[in-house]
Nanobody, 124 residues
């Protein structure tokens, strides 16, 4: 049984940083693409970043977030991270991790497994 769990969300002041973690059981993440998405109430789920399988390790980012967010993986821990710096109020959302047994794809429907999400709130 595959389980994907996000952690690391919380309340942070504007300009602060958070690192989100995506841990999985039942799959070896090094053989999967892992994407981060975020969603605010009333809006569609928005792609944030994606990292391809460990054999390539290539990454992709939403253009508006490039330079502030960094996705990485630790294969030994079967975990993927999203480092978020210089956070802004508009980054407030529930952040989801999604796993795909293929290369990174842009559409949420492409992904095989999802976590329950972790809330990130950026506020003073």
């Amino acid at each position: 049984q595959v389980q994907v769990v996000e952690s690391g969300g919380g309340l942070v002041q504007p300009g602060g940083s958070l690192r989100l973690s995506c841990a999985a059981s039942g799959v070896s993440l090094d053989a999967y693409a892992v994407g981060w998405y975020r969603q605010v109430p009333g809006s569609e789920r928005e792609g944030v970043a994606c990292i391809n399988t460990a054999s390539t390790g290539t990454t992709a980012y939403a253009e508006s977030l490039r330079g502030r967010f960094t996705i990485s993986r630790d294969n030994a821990k079967n975990t993927v991270y999203l480092q978020m710096n210089n956070l802004k109020s508009e980054d407030t959302a529930v952040y989801y991790c999604a796993v795909l047994h293929d290369h990174c794809r842009p559409r949420p429907l492409n992904y095989d497994y999802w976590g329950q999400g972790t809330q990130v709130t950026v506020s003073s």
